[in-house]
């Protein structure tokens, strides 16, 4: 690249790799849900008590037929301040409180 003074210059560009937001989400249990219950109602009742997740998971059984809920499964919340706000959190869903706590 040549300057107004008609100097020759080398220009750098710096490409960072966008971090994963899942990298640095802290990866929470939540038991006590219902077999119904979908990602949509999940995120809802969670999103009603001011926590943004970062992804939901479910466990489940994959049969031959269909895949049946274990009743639990994962969430991933990005800030400290999320998660505090999670394991204090009283979240009911369809009628079932969820069970939440710190994953291994």
């Not at 249990?29 to 077999?35: F, Q, S, V």
């Not at 969430?75 to 009911?92: G, H, R």
């Amino acid at each position: 690249m040549t300057s107004e003074t008609g100097e020759e210059s080398e220009v750098t560009i710096s490409l960072q790799r966008m971090a994963d937001p899942i990298e640095n989400a802290t990866k929470l249990y939540i038991g006590g849900l219902h077999p119904k219950v979908t990602e949509t109602e999940v995120r809802e009742a969670f999103e009603g008590e001011g926590i943004s997740l970062v992804k939901y998971k479910r466990a489940s059984w994959k049969g031959q037929k269909k895949t049946r809920s274990k009743g639990y499964g994962f969430v991933w919340v990005a800030s400290p301040e999320d998660v505090n706000k999670t394991l204090v959190a009283d979240i009911t869903i369809e009628g079932k409180q969820l069970v939440i706590m710190h994953s291994k």
